[in-house]
């Protein structure tokens, strides 16, 4: 059946993929249990990295714990804040951006940390839970609210729970979007054969 965020592809991939999408409207009234939080962090743990630093950290808020999640939900935009406090966890991604070895710059932390969140994206999709990742946050409120342990950076709030009805959210194009099919450039506009600008053939 016909779903408008299951991805079309152009070329046969993985069913994982095409599934992955990141909605804004969450279930209110449904828990993200430990175990599969553990899971997703699990898969996180897993990606690979530069030297191996793995140099990503997370910090998770969920809404059992009001204080905390309330602290981190004031650092988001208000747009932002209207809908993500229905989701059942919050938790922020904070990079190193020095080796941890000689504190040199690690010039692939933040591609790095990029891949460990993919994984825990798609370890979600795979168990049914949905991911949606945001810059819209104050920085220094976020460090200051989860005292981000320097040299460790803010990078995204991640939201997770799971999908909910896009009739739940008060910004019309907010609940526009949530339904609107979902689209990418295509490979030959970014994949290039033995020279820039030459489309694969």
Known sequence: MFHPKVAQP????????????S??????????????????????RWAPSSFNE??????????????????LLR???ARNQEWAQAAPVLALVAVRSTLERNDVVNAHAWYDTGQAVANLTLQATAI?????QMQGFDIEAARAAVQVAPPFEPAVIMVIG??????TLSHPPHRDAEQAPRSRRPVSEFVFDGTWGRSLR
């Not at 799971?162 to 009739?167: D, L, M, R, W």
């Open 128 to 132: 049914g839970i949905s991911v949606r």
């Open 162 to 167: 799971y999908a909910g009805s896009p009739e």
């Open 54 to 71: 793995q140099p990503w950290r997370f910090v998770v808020a969920r809404r059992a714990d009001p204080a905390a999640f309330a602290a």
């Open 75 to 77: 650092t988001l935009t």
């Open 23 to 44: 909605p804004r409207a969450f279930d209110a009234s449904r828990d993200v249990a430990r175990e599969d939080l553990l899971r997703l962090f699990e898969a996180a």
């Open 10 to 21: 152009d070329h046969e991939i993985v069913d994982l993929i095409t599934r992955r999408w």
